[in-house]
């Protein structure tokens, strides 16, 4: 038996794998297909102070080896996660984590510091990189003054573990990385999804309701691996890395970077199981090339 | 109902015209039962640019045998890919998925299809007649004779009318301009209809002039069929975004911001 656990800023997870926001709802759409009790935490959809009903109709493009998606944080507000959500989710023997989206820093406060009041979760993600909404979301996470101030404001309300998920959509991923690292996150995941956009020819007109919306799936996993290994090198705390992970070899590649843990998303749509199956092949490479413990393969990338 | 996700046998793939086909699917155990209305996501393999599953609706099942059957239009490169498909090959579905059609309150109803949309009108209509003992009358739309497609397979179930836009065979123009929905004294149990979206929007309408009850199937953009993306939305009166896979794709049109 090969030891997965892994350490993310506060927090023991059994085993490294998770699911990504936004792409496996609460769990319970997953429930015929896996044993959710297995994977190593889930994060749940996005979640706002008050409901938000996000973008017209179209919110999705297919595009070469991915999908685009605008979405905008559609949830019915924190209140009702509270109320309906957290007491049918907590069954799962599996780390929950909320992650955290605002249009101001109050609406982030407000969120987690509710948040906090959840004795069975023991950690959010604060998304500062959400493409799909007016306000908030990117807003911060491409401002380095607003990524900090977001930070600090967050880590005062909220005094369990820390998760900050970064935006690919800036110049220097590093200086993004480490300002919130110095703001108080614990934990560092990313990438969230790339701004791009999709039109129809012969119409003329975008694809998206939005014009342009987030880019994920397999196409971008090259600059999400880049984007890992280059936060992996420049932070201490621990980095949870995510994109286009569509099986064990493309975790491989994530842990190889310097990922303490990965999150998988786009994947589940195409494969509902695909979560189990990245697990159960990370457990064969580890035994078959001899390993004990994933944290040996954490940050080995020889170069 | 469980969900699955399971590699089925192509038995067959029976090419009715240039733009339809239909796959016939062999489980290697007891497929789970399938409602009027459900469909299942279909796995494109070796096509680079198809990156997700297709939403297909269920055409046929038959539980004794554990066949399920699929009518597919070739409308873009994952169906193009799809019609290649050969007997012995195996196909990943994810299954079955959605809600179904209702119950009517009697026995008066009307199923029509139009284009694809006839597919889950041919098992509705096995399903009535099993299960709820009414006997359905179909009425079937198409651009053109020649692009009439297994048409014996209802005839097996009900009573079958046909409209085509050019009049080649049936009541000549659109659906709505058939009697069973142009005569203002019809009246329905319930008009079941799924084909293009600007057909249902007008079967909906005249539904609601003929005081009959109406459900239509939606054929939103999917991303993972299972509720979880949120891509499928459509915008109702009373609950605001819902999704198509998992709260439709049957909806009461009363209650769409159409």
Redesign the interface.
């Given at each position: 038996m090969v030891n997965l656990n892994v350490d993310i800023g506060k927090l023991t997870l059994k085993n490294p794998v998770m699911t990504a926001s936004g792409t496996f709802g609460f769990g319970q759409e997953y429930e015929d297909f896996i044993d959710i009790s297995r994977l190593g935490g889930i994060l749940v959809k996005g979640i706002t102070g008050k409901e938000r009903q996000g973008n017209p109709y179209p919110r999705m493009a297919e595009t070469p080896s991915g999908m685009l998606n605008a979405v905008g944080l559609q949830n019915k507000g924190i209140d009702y996660f509270v109320d309906h959500i957290y007491p049918e989710i907590t069954k799962y023997d599996t780390e929950i984590i909320v992650n955290v989206n605002g249009g101001t820093i109050e609406e982030y406060i407000e969120v987690a510091s509710k948040v906090d009041k959840l004795d069975k979760i023991h950690a959010i993600e604060l998304n500062i990189s959400c493409p799909n909404v007016k306000q908030g979301g990117m807003v911060f996470g491409t401002h380095c003054p607003s990524a900090i101030a977001v930070t600090k404001a967050v880590r005062e309300a909220y005094s369990k573990s820390l998760m900050v998920k970064l935006s690919p959509n800036v110049t220097s991923i590093v200086e993004f990385a480490l300002a919130v690292e110095e703001a108080g996150a614990d934990s560092i995941s990313l990438i969230n999804t790339l701004l791009g956009m999709a039109i129809d020819a012969k119409t003329r007109k975008p694809r998206l309701s939005t014009v342009t919306g987030g880019l994920s799936g397999p196409a971008v996993k090259p600059v999400a691996l880049r984007m890992v290994w280059q936060v992996a090198k420049a932070v201490k705390i621990p980095v949870i890395g995510m994109g286009g992970i569509m099986n064990a070899g493309d975790a491989i590649e994530f842990f190889l970077a310097g990922a303490s843990a990965v999150q998988i998303g786009t994947a589940n749509f195409i494969n509902p199981a695909v979560t189990i199956e990245i697990l159960e092949g990370i457990e064969r490479y580890l035994e078959s090339n001899g390993y004990d413990s994933i944290q040996d393969i954490i940050g080995a990338l020889e170069c | 109902m469980?969900?699955?996700?399971e590699d089925l046998r192509v038995l067959e793939n029976r090419k009715l015209n240039e733009e339809f086909f239909v796959l016939q699917l062999e489980s290697g155990e007891d497929i789970p039962s399938i409602l009027p209305g459900q469909f299942a996501e279909v796995?494109v393999e070796g096509s680079?640019?198809?990156?997700?599953?297709r939403p297909i609706s269920i055409y046929d099942a038959d539980p004794v045998n554990n066949r399920i059957d699929l009518l597919i239009k070739i409308a873009g490169t994952g169906t193009k890919k799809l019609a290649e498909l050969e007997a012995g090959q195996s196909l990943n579905l994810?299954y079955p998925l959605g809600n179904h059609f209702s119950k009517p309150k009697g026995s008066k109803v009307l199923l029509v299809g139009g284009g694809t949309g006839v597919a889950p009108m041919l098992i509705l209509g096995r399903y009535m007649q099993a299960e709820w003992g009414i006997r359905p009358v179909y009425l079937l739309g198409y651009r053109s004779q020649h692009l009439i497609i297994e048409i014996e397979r209802f005839r097996a179930i009900g009573e079958v009318n046909i409209s085509t836009e050019d009049g080649s065979v049936g009541t000549k123009g659109f659906v709505t301009r058939n009697p069973l929905l142009s005569d203002d004294s019809a009246q329905y149990d319930m008009i079941y209809t799924c084909g293009p979206e600007v057909m249902m929007k007008a079967i909906a309408k005249r539904a609601s002039a003929l005081n009959s009850p109406c459900e239509v199937s939606l054929e939103?953009?999917?991303?993972?069929g299972?509720?979880?993306?949120?891509?499928?939305?459509?915008?109702t009166k009373d609950r605001?975004?819902v999704n198509t896979c998992?709260e439709g794709p049957i909806f009461n049109p009363e209650l769409l911001k159409w």
């Open positions: - | 469980k969900r699955r996700i796995k680079p640019a198809t990156f997700l599953r994810v939103n953009l999917m991303g993972c299972i509720g979880a993306c949120l891509c499928c939305i459509v915008d605001g975004n998992t």
